[in-house]
């Protein structure tokens, strides 16, 4: 396994920005496809998007296409979430993580390992 470390969430009005940072610690992690999940009071935890291990290949939540982009840099040991346009319903705990399996899997059944979370709020 390796270990996660969210940053970058915050408070943003709606139609802004924010850059979530996810970064890994661990000899493997370009073994590693990568995933941000989001976890909204009371509702379930849902896919946000998915990236492949070599970065050619990413997932998105239909919600989300065209609003953000996710992207990793092997060299840093870091995945990120660039997210625009900002809704309230994007408001959310954000958690990044690190799954072995071999296609970009939208179920957090397959992702192995986990961050702590970092908080986005999307209000006026």
């Known amino acids: 396994q390796v270990q996660l470390v969210e940053s970058g969430g915050g408070l943003v009005q709606p139609g802004g920005s924010l850059s979530l940072h996810c970064a890994a610690s661990g000899r493997t992690y370009s073994r590693y496809a990568w995933g941000w999940f989001r976890q909204a009071p009371g509702k379930a935890r849902e896919f946000v998007a998915a990236?492949?291990?070599?970065?050619?290949?990413?997932r998105y939540l239909d919600s989300v296409k065209g609003r953000f982009t996710i992207s990793r840099d092997n060299a840093k040991n870091t995945v990120y979430l660039q997210m625009n346009s900002l809704k309230p319903e994007d408001t959310a705990v954000y958690y990044c993580a690190a799954s072995t399996v071999q296609y970009l899997s939208t179920s957090a059944s397959n992702y192995d390992s986990w961050g702590q979370g970092t908080q986005v709020t999307v209000s006026s």
């Open positions: 990236v492949s291990r070599s970065a050619g290949s990413t």
